[in-house]
């Protein structure tokens, strides 16, 4: 399964599922993490972490363990 | 009749969120995501009559404001903002509980025109729950110039609620919101929200609830509540059946237990949002038109600032930059004031000379009081007057966001939390301030971290300090431009001060506040300029009085104090100079001498009143300097024994000392612990002495 943490710059991607729990899941859904939600990724920070996600218009970003937990679709 | 929240009252959630009113006072809520600019439209509506206070029982802010129109009273409740109703946060918790338990007549939800589809959630959210909604569009004008049009009235029909479509920082839609809430208030409108449908799985399970609850519940939406009962918030419901006898409880989990039995809330909850996102994209579809290819200004400018390449280089040179306005700007003014306060001191000498008056009276109120006043005036006060309105400035225009990001992978190295960086940025302003801001910092063990180093930035009252010092002994004669090397010294001793905050929280995070990182997303918003006139002009004279005020109240007194003991005569010495002798052993050692570390610990109620007291030390011993100008800083420094080395530690025992007397009572206030208030004045004071003992060691060895 495809790790939005192991997409590069640029892709644009499907969110397929979370495996986050709790609050972080509330928090992803929150902002627009659900099935069939496209996420840009725009930018990775200096030192490549964190990184800079396109999502539903907004600028978010997560580190690398947070965009583990989304699973998606290359485009 | 049935249980309704009101009749079951005791002490439950409804007492802690009824806003207290009048009969005829409508209690307008105001919710938004974060970055709607939701505080302008607050600020819009209410004007000057607004207060800020906390949530009772948690550390949320709470704003509240009042606003008449058409004759109402309106009390408006500014939420924090929240992405969802689903807390994740203690502050979307608090925003969430009003909602749902509070007294409000109506709702306005802000939302960002440049964003509207993610805004729409909460929108869908909050009229599931009640009715009496105003949806605000702001940031109209943002929108605008990125080409995005919104057809207002195609979305009022739509989702069945009134709609404004708003600029607040210009005012523009203020006066039609301000209509639509009156209307929805006095029940000329009578909005009739089209809610979400859900799939038909849920649907069923609504169905089979809610007539039960409708039968036993009154005063909340039951469909709201059916819906919460089936994707099971075990928090909120402890909240709300806290309210109900047992028997409907137990007949409710009953019905539940068998509704939800198949499925898996988490996949309950997650269809909940799809589903309202769907609907979200839809309406985003049809009235919402953006222009693919304006290029995007935001992204053009944050592939400079967020850069791999760029991104700290960028930074460094802002924080220069800063520091080289606010010491080129300060010049100036100070030298007018300086001239002109010490003008009227020997005036004032005169007239005291001619009056008789006795020489303590004249030591205590011109020497003492006036000359620390006076030196406040004119050598602290411009450089605090400028660097607070620039910080503002770069604040309002969400560029702290960018540093966040670009040094989160330091933090995340040095196990602190990636918002510690924010509060971080805030303490440059007022340290106090900083530890406030750590609020945002949900994991109590991460903004415990956050508020021990807040002190390792320099605040505004310890920069004037940083600058004078700074300026009187590396400014080259010849005038290299205005002080290069002054800006670079001060710049190299932030960064050291990030990098002892790193290092401290790091080892805090293995030794004493040990635990598991959490989780944190940051949402870069949009920039957005400033009305920068208005907030220089704000900030200048809020600054200025700010520390007027404070020298009056703190400065002058402290003056008046030093210059006693330092002519009250116990046998040879003055009590100063008993107390520096006492604590110049010392002192020497960590490269410093007595009277500065006395100054020092005087200075604990404000920071930038230590340099006036050393001056007051030094010319109270008889320094036969006449005080002319602020040149004269340098004299009198190196006449009292003043090398380079005094000059360096002076500024890192300023940078890592102990937290001033505000500071304190502010780590008090939100800590409630008196253990980690001391650690917070030991540690960094353990720190300052450790590494000013070693640069004297290093120097007196090699140079």
């Known amino acids: ?51 800079v996600y396109n999502i539903r218009g ?15 679709n290359q485009d | 009749m049935g249980l ?18 009048k009969e005829e006072q409508y209690v307008i809520a105001l919710a938004g995501n974060p970055n709607t600019g939701k505080s302008t439209v607050f600020n819009a509506l209410t004007g000057l009559h607004q207060h800020t206070g906390n949530w009772p029982g948690k550390t949320v802010v709470s704003a509240r404001g009042e606003f008449t129109h058409n004759g109402k009273e309106n009390i408006l409740v500014d939420l924090p903002g929240t992405y969802s109703l689903f807390a994740s946060s203690v502050e979307e918790e608090v925003a969430r509980d009003f909602l749902c338990f509070g007294n409000s007549d109506a709702v306005i939800v802000v939302t960002d025109a440049t964003c509207l589809e993610r805004n729409l959630h909460l929108v869908y959210q909050i009229i599931e729950l009640t009715d009496n909604v105003v949806l605000c569009i702001n940031l109209i004008d943002e929108a605008k110039k990125k080409n995005i049009i919104i057809d207002g009235q195609g979305i009022e029909k739509e989702l069945g609620i009134p709609v404004v479509l708003c600029a607040a920082r210009n005012g523009i839609g203020i006066k039609e919101l301000k209509e639509a ?20 799985y849920l649907e069923e399970k609504i169905k089979s609830i809610q007539p039960f609850i409708e039968k036993n519940i009154s005063g ?47 996949i309950i ?6 589903q309202i996102y769907k609907m979200a994209e839809e309406i985003s579809a049809m009235y919402v038109k953006t222009d693919k290819a304006k290029l995007n200004r935001d992204r053009i400018i944050d592939n400079y600032i967020t850069s791999k390449v760029f991104g700290i280089p960028l930074m460094l040179f802002t924080l220069a930059l800063v520091f080289w306005i606010t010491i080129t700007g300060a010049n100036v003014p100070s030298a007018m004031i300086a001239d002109f306060l010490f003008g009227i001191e020997d005036k004032l000498t005169l007239w005291f000379n001619n009056m008789n008056a006795p020489v303590w009276l004249h030591g205590v109120l011109i020497l003492g009081l006036y000359r620390t006043l006076a030196w406040v005036v004119s050598v602290m006060l411009p450089p605090m007057a400028i660097f607070f309105p620039l910080f503002t400035i770069l604040e309002d225009l969400g560029y702290l966001p960018r540093v966040a990001f ?17 509060t971080m940025c805030m303490g440059f302003g007022c340290n106090a301030a900083g530890i406030i801001a750590c609020r945002i910092i949900d994991s109590p063990r991460e903004r415990l971290i956050a508020i021990l180093t807040n002190n390792f930035v320099p605040c505004n009252g310890r920069f004037p300090t940083l600058i004078a010092i700074s300026t009187a002994f590396l400014v080259s004669k010849e005038g290299i431009g205005p002080g290069i090397l002054p800006v670079l010294s001060i710049t190299g001793l932030v960064l050291l001060g990030i990098a002892v905050t790193l290092l401290v929280s790091y080892i805090l995070s293995k030794t004493i506040l040990k635990g598991i990182p959490s989780t944190f997303t940051l949402e870069l918003p949009p920039y957005r300029i400033p009305q920068i006139g208005r907030v220089l002009y704000t900030s200048i004279v809020d600054r200025t009085i700010f520390v007027l005020w404070r020298a009056v109240i703190i400065a002058v007194p402290a003056g008046a104090i030093t210059w006693i003991l330092g002519n009250m005569y116990i046998g040879d010495l003055s009590i100063i100079g008993h107390a520096a002798a006492f604590l110049d052993p010392v002192a020497r050692m960590i490269g410093l001498d007595g009277f500065i570390l006395i100054a020092f610990i005087l200075g604990l109620p404000a920071n930038e009143i230590v340099l006036p007291i050393l001056m007051m030390l030094y010319l109270s011993t008889g320094a036969m300097i006449e005080f002319e100008s602020i040149d004269s800083l340098r004299e009198i420094l190196l006449n009292n024994g003043w090398t380079y080395l005094t000059v360096l530690n ?53 140079v």
């Open chain 2, 181 to 200: 809430v009156y209307k929805v208030t006095a029940g000329r409108i009578k909005p009739k929200p089209k809610a979400v449908k859900y799939q038909n």
């Open chain 2, 4 to 21: 309704t929240f009101q009749s079951t009252q005791s002490n439950a959630l409804t007492d802690m969120f009824k806003i207290d009113k």
């Open chain 2, 650 to 702: 002076v500024m890192l025992f300023s940078l890592l000392h102990w937290p001033c007397a505000t500071t304190l009572l502010t780590i008090k206030k939100e800590t409630g612990s008196l253990k980690w208030t001391a650690l917070s004045a030991l540690i960094p004071t353990g720190i300052a002495f450790v590494v000013c003992f070693i640069t004297t060691i290093v120097w007196r060895l090699f």
């Open chain 1, 58 to 72: 907004a600028m978010i970003a997560f580190r690398r363990e947070e965009a583990s937990l989304i699973a998606v």
């Open chain 2, 220 to 266: 909340i939406n039951p469909r709201w509540l059916a819906l919460r009962v089936i994707d099971g918030d075990t928090k909120l419901m402890d909240s709300i059946f806290n309210n109900i006898s047992k028997e409907p409880l137990e007949e409710i989990q009953k019905v539940t237990n068998t509704a939800a039995s198949h499925y898996d809330k988490s």
């Open chain 2, 406 to 422: 670009n040094l989160d992978h330091l933090f995340k190295k040095a196990c602190a939390h990636g918002k510690q960086c924010l």
């Open chain 2, 269 to 274: 909850r997650d269809d909940i949002s799809e």
């Open chain 1, 1 to 51: 399964m495809l790790k939005l943490d192991n997409i590069s710059d640029g892709s644009h991607v499907t969110v397929e599922s979370l495996s986050a729990t709790g609050m972080l899941r509330e928090r992803f859904l929150a902002l627009g993490l659900t099935k069939g939600a496209r996420i840009e990724v725009v930018r990775k920070g200096p030192s490549g972490d964190p990184t």
